[in-house]
C-alpha cells in the first residue's frame, strides 16, 4: 500500500520581494525557535506587565527582533509515517524565492516538487513558477503570473500549466477592490475553454465596520448570469482580530440557505488560533470532524500543529485537512497528522547594494517580464573569465551573452529574444568560482 501525506499544497506570499535566485548552496538547516532572546529582553525590562511605556519599548524590540526571523524549514508526518519535508530559501532581501519539498514514505527521501519565485523592482511578486521531479530531473509543470494595476495592488492572477512544449492557459482570477479600505470586493474566476475565457466563479467579500471580515458569498456562472453557490460566515468575540467561529452554507434555492461545515475556534490573548475543531452537517445535526492544536513561538509564529478526528465515539490520532499561515506571509495546506516548523535568523544577509561593491554580482534583469530586449548587470572584484548564458526552462542553452575574460568593476549587456518564444528562462553567469542564475519572463 502507498503511503500518502500532503496531498495538496499552495502558497501565498505577500508582495514584497525585489530580486530571485537560485542558489546551488544546500538549504540550511534552521532550529525552532526559542524562548532565549524574550528571557533576555525580560531580564533587561522587568515589571512591564504594569507598564505601558516599557511594555510598549518591549513590543517594539520584539517586532524589529521578528522583521528578522524566516521559517527555515518544515516538517508534516502521517499517522501511517509518510513524511513530507519543505526547506526554503530566500534572497539578499530575506525574502522567500525558493520552496523545495521532498517526500519519503520508508524508502528515503525524494525530490517532489520545487517552487522558485520572480519579482519586480516595485517589490511585487510576478510570478510563481513550479517544477515537478520526473525520476532523474525537473520539469515544468505550472505557473502564476502576477499582474498590478495603477496604484500597485494585484489585479489578475493567470494560471497556466506546462504540456511539455508549451503553457497553455488554465484559469485566471481578476480582482476588484473597495475604495476606502482598499480591501478586496470581488474576485471573479474564469476559465480558458476553447481558446477563450469563460466565467465561472465569483468571490464578494463583505466586511464590518471594525474592518474584519464579515462573509463571503460564492456565485456560479450559469450561462447567462451569476447565481448563488455558497456562502461563510465569520464570528468574532468581542473586539477581537480573529474569528471564533466560522459557518459555511450552501444555497437551497430562494432565501434557503443550508449548513454544511463549521470550525470553532480557541484564540489566545496574541489573537492566535491554538484550537480548531471542524464538524459537518449531517441532515439534523452538527457531527465533529477533526480538531488541530497549534502551538508558536514568542512571535507569534506557529511551530507545530497535530490533529486528530473523531471515530463516532472519541478524538483519535489521524490525518486531516490543514492550512499553515505565518505572518511573513507563508501558506500552505496539507493532509496529515503533524506540522513541526523551524525558523532561522536572517539578519546577516546583506544588502545587495553593499555587498556587490565587494563581492561577484548578479543583478535581476530590467525589464522584467520583457519583449523582446532586457538588460543584466553584473559585478566582478578581479579579472576573470566570464560566461553569461541563457537556457530554456528545459536546460537548454538558447543564447551565449558573454564568453571572455572581463577587468573588474560592473558590465551591462543586452539580452534580446526576438526569435525566442513567451515562457521563462534563466540565465546564468560564471565568472572564476562564482556562479549564480536567475529567472526572467518573455512575454510577447
Known amino acids: 500500500m502507498i503511503k500518502y501525506c500532503c496531498v495538496f499544497l499552495y502558497l501565498v506570499l505577500t508582495n514584497n520581494v525585489v530580486a530571485q535566485s537560485i542558489d546551488s548552496e544546500s538549504f540550511s538547516k534552521g532550529k525552532k525557535a526559542n524562548v532565549s532572546f524574550k528571557n533576555f529582553i525580560d531580564k533587561k525590562f522587568p515589571y512591564t506587565y504594569s507598564n505601558n511605556v516599557l511594555q510598549s519599548i518591549k513590543m517594539e524590540i520584539y517586532k524589529k527582533e521578528s522583521d528578522n526571523i524566516r521559517m527555515d524549514s518544515l516538517t508534516a508526518i502521517s499517522l501511517n509515517g509518510a513524511r513530507s519535508k519543505h526547506s526554503l530559501q530566500y534572497n539578499q532581501n530575506g525574502m522567500l524565492s525558493i520552496w523545495l519539498v521532498k517526500t519519503n514514505t520508508g524508502s528515503g527521501w525524494y525530490n517532489n516538487f520545487l517552487?522558485?519565485?520572480?519579482?519586480?523592482?516595485?517589490?511585487?511578486?510576478?510570478?510563481?513558477?513550479?517544477?515537478?521531479?520526473?525520476?532523474?530531473?525537473?520539469?515544468?509543470?505550472?505557473?502564476?503570473?502576477?499582474?498590478?494595476?495603477?496604484?500597485?495592488?494585484?489585479?489578475?492572477?493567470?494560471?497556466?500549466?506546462?504540456t511539455g512544449t508549451d503553457w497553455l492557459n488554465s484559469y485566471r482570477t481578476t480582482y476588484r477592490y473597495y475604495d476606502i479600505s482598499g480591501d478586496i470586493d470581488t474576485a471573479i474566476i474564469e476559465t480558458w475553454v476553447n481558446n477563450q475565457w469563460q466565467k465561472s466563479e465569483l468571490i464578494h467579500y463583505f466586511y464590518s465596520e471594525q474592518n474584519r471580515k464579515d462573509s463571503i458569498l460564492f456565485y456560479i456562472w450559469n450561462g447567462s448570469g451569476w447565481q448563488y453557490d455558497r456562502k461563510t460566515n465569520f464570528y468574532y468575540n468581542n473586539s477581537s482580530t480573529s474569528p471564533d467561529s466560522m459557518l459555511a452554507t450552501y444555497w437551497g434555492g430562494g432565501d434557503l440557505w443550508m449548513n454544511y461545515f463549521k470550525s470553532v475556534m480557541t484564540n489566545d490573548s496574541n489573537n492566535n488560533k491554538i484550537e480548531q475543531t471542524d464538524q459537518t452537517w449531517q441532515a439534523f445535526y452538527w457531527q465533529n470532524f477533526q480538531s488541530w492544536f497549534l502551538t508558536y513561538n514568542n512571535f507569534n509564529f506557529v511551530t507545530s500543529a497535530y490533529c486528530k478526528l473523531w471515530d463516532g465515539k472519541n478524538w483519535v490520532d489521524g490525518d486531516g485537512n490543514f492550512t499553515i499561515s505565518n505572518p511573513n506571509g507563508f501558506m500552505?495546506?496539507?493532509?496529515?497528522?503533524?506540522?513541526?516548523?523551524?525558523?532561522?535568523?536572517?539578519?546577516?544577509?546583506?544588502?545587495?547594494?553593499?555587498?556587490?561593491?565587494?563581492?561577484?554580482?548578479?543583478?535581476?534583469?530590467?525589464?522584467?517580464?520583457?519583449?523582446?530586449?532586457?538588460?543584466?548587470?553584473?559585478?566582478?572584484?578581479?579579472?576573470?573569465?566570464?560566461?553569461?548564458?541563457?537556457?530554456?526552462?528545459?536546460?537548454?542553452?538558447?543564447?551565449?551573452?558573454?564568453?571572455?575574460?572581463?577587468?573588474?568593476?560592473?558590465?551591462?549587456?543586452?539580452?534580446?529574444?526576438?526569435?525566442?518564444?513567451?515562457?521563462?528562462?534563466?540565465?546564468?553567469?560564471?565568472?572564476?568560482?562564482?556562479?549564480?542564475?536567475?529567472?526572467?519572463?518573455?512575454?510577447?
Open 115 to 162: 517552487t522558485t519565485f520572480i519579482y519586480d523592482i516595485n517589490n511585487n511578486l510576478i510570478i510563481k513558477a513550479q517544477l515537478s521531479w520526473n525520476i532523474s530531473k525537473w520539469d515544468s509543470s505550472n505557473s502564476i503570473i502576477y499582474y498590478y494595476n495603477e496604484q500597485g495592488k494585484l489585479f489578475q492572477e493567470l494560471y497556466q500549466t506546462y
Open 332 to 444: 500552505a495546506g496539507f493532509v496529515t497528522n503533524r506540522i513541526d516548523i523551524y525558523y532561522s535568523n536572517i539578519t546577516g544577509i546583506a544588502d545587495e547594494k553593499e555587498s556587490q561593491e565587494f563581492n561577484f554580482y548578479l543583478s535581476q534583469n530590467y525589464p522584467n517580464p520583457f519583449n523582446p530586449t532586457t538588460i543584466i548587470n553584473y559585478y566582478i572584484p578581479k579579472t576573470c573569465l566570464v560566461t553569461l548564458k541563457v537556457y530554456n526552462i528545459l536546460g537548454k542553452e538558447v543564447a551565449s551573452l558573454v564568453n571572455e575574460e572581463k577587468a573588474p568593476g560592473n558590465h551591462q549587456v543586452q539580452f534580446n529574444a526576438a526569435g525566442l518564444a513567451s515562457g521563462i528562462y534563466i540565465y546564468r553567469i560564471n565568472a572564476g568560482a562564482f556562479t549564480k542564475s536567475k529567472l526572467m519572463i518573455l512575454e510577447k
